[in-house]
């Protein structure tokens, strides 16, 4: 069986990534919020019965559940090389420069005997007191004295229970991504020394996009329509400049079967963060949306262009037609659009905030959702959907639903 196999958001999910939600939560504060793009703080015992939740659900709909941290603890315990190379490459990117402080968080995270637990700290973030006080008490630089016992030198990653946005399974290979904001760029380097080095994936998928180009992209703006047609938001937190380099990537694959790539150009603004916060496919010819953005959108064709000049290696075209008619032209089948709440437009606006739009398809006509986005959910039982309700009153308060917190590995074909 393939390691990677997604050419759909719709056919029956057999495997998906996630990550329990941790410790990263309760260093989460008030000052810190904008920062680490929260807008509240979830309550940590009722997010991860909540998240627990939403992963017995999955498995009893057949969906085989693997936890990110897990897949990272089994690569570090392959080799003190691979371990050492990323406790390195973790303070690297945490920021951390002086050379002191570089040294005394190598060693700390170094005495770590349970690599489980290594993973969870680097994920949870790491305070100044947590390290060595014998040794920095031996000299006090000026770094020293203006910081706080409290201070951060490695910062929390709260926003790692959404795996959708690190990189995004398309057909049988990845986008590893650039994502959008400094303290989010450093979940990826978990997926990176996972299709590096877990005997799983190591050698076995091909990779469309990396970590380490310029250009910032998201999985929640990455929807694979089917073999030949993948769909990229242009957002807040997807270029398109980074579109066009994935399309490109995808193109010059010779055993990649994506042929068209359809850019949508949505609202920059933190409601419509990603392409799947606004639509997402939820049955072959039925989609939710959110009816804030019928009005606002551009859509953009992408195929191959001229390979022998580099200058025109893609042809870009704009579509100018409706969402409906879009998407029923490319699907090749008549399309049922679904407003989120029904279209009214107060509960709408209300239920797309609580990821109303942001279902997760694990078969055709079957969603798992949020339970609080009650009108949605009802209408999307009155379009013949098969709708799986879950709790998110704490999940939600990171802005992100069923659709963001998982990453689809393989789908039947």
């Known amino acids: 069986m393939n390691k990677i196999n997604v050419t759909s958001e719709i056919k029956p999910l057999k495997k998906v990534l996630l990550h329990r939600p941790g410790n990263e939560l309760l260093n989460l504060t008030p000052n810190t ?45 392959l080799s003190d090389e691979i371990r050492e190379e990323f406790i390195k490459q973790f303070i ?24 489980y637990e290594l993973v969870l700290k680097t994920m949870e973030g790491i305070q100044i007191y947590e390290i060595n006080r014998d040794q920095r008490k031996d000299e006090k630089s000026l770094v020293d004295l203006v910081t706080e016992e409290t201070d951060f030198l490695a910062d929390p990653m709260p926003n790692l229970y959404f795996t959708r946005d690190n990189f995004a399974s398309i057909g049988r ?19 990176e020394y996972i299709f590096k080095y877990h005997p799983d994936f190591k050698g076995q998928v091909d990779k469309y996009y990396d970590r380490d180009l310029p250009y910032h992209i998201e ?35 010779e055993k990649c079967k994506i042929d068209t790539v359809l850019a949508f150009n949505i609202p920059n603004s933190r409601a419509f963060m990603h392409l799947d916060t606004v639509f997402t496919q939820v049955d072959r010819n039925k989609f939710t949306y959110h009816p ?25 075209v ?19 659009l679904i407003p989120c709440a ?26 798992v959702v949020y ?39 393989i789908r039947e074909d």
């Open 173 to 191: 290979g990845v986008s590893l991504n650039k994502m959008y904001s400094v303290t989010r760029n450093r979940e990826t380097i978990y997926a």
């Open 92 to 115: 690297f990117e945490a920021g951390i420069r002086t050379p002191k402080y570089r040294d005394l968080v190598f060693h700390y995270l170094n005495s770590f005997k349970d690599e």
């Open 342 to 367: 029904g279209g009214d437009k107060v509960a709408s606006e209300r239920e797309q905030w609580n990821d109303g739009s942001n279902t997760l398809c694990i078969a055709p006509g079957v969603v």
């Open 33 to 77: 919020l904008g920062d680490l793009l929260f807008d509240d703080i979830p309550y940590l015992p009722v997010a991860q019965r909540e998240h627990d939740e939403f992963a017995r659900v999955l498995k009893e709909n057949g969906v085989e559940v693997v936890y990110l941290e897990k897949l990272m603890a089994e690569v570090l315990a």
């Open 371 to 409: 339970d609080r986005n009650v009108i949605t959910n009802e209408v999307l039982r009155e379009n013949g959907l098969k709708v799986l309700e879950i709790p998110g009153a704490e999940l939600s308060r990171g802005r992100g639903g069923p659709r963001c917190m998982s990453m689809p590995l």
């Open 318 to 336: 704009e579509i100018n037609d409706t969402l409906e008619n879009i998407l029923s032209s490319y699907l090749k089948i008549p399309v049922t």
């Open 219 to 253: 999985g929640g703006d990455i929807l694979n329509l089917n073999d030949h047609i993948l769909a990229v938001g242009i957002s807040q937190r997807t270029t398109a400049e980074a579109i066009d380099q994935l399309a490109k990537n995808l193109f010059k694959d």
């Open 292 to 316: 804030g953005i019928v009005d606002t959108l551009q859509v953009f064709e992408i195929t191959e262009g001229n390979v022998e000049d580099s200058d025109e290696d893609l042809n870009v």
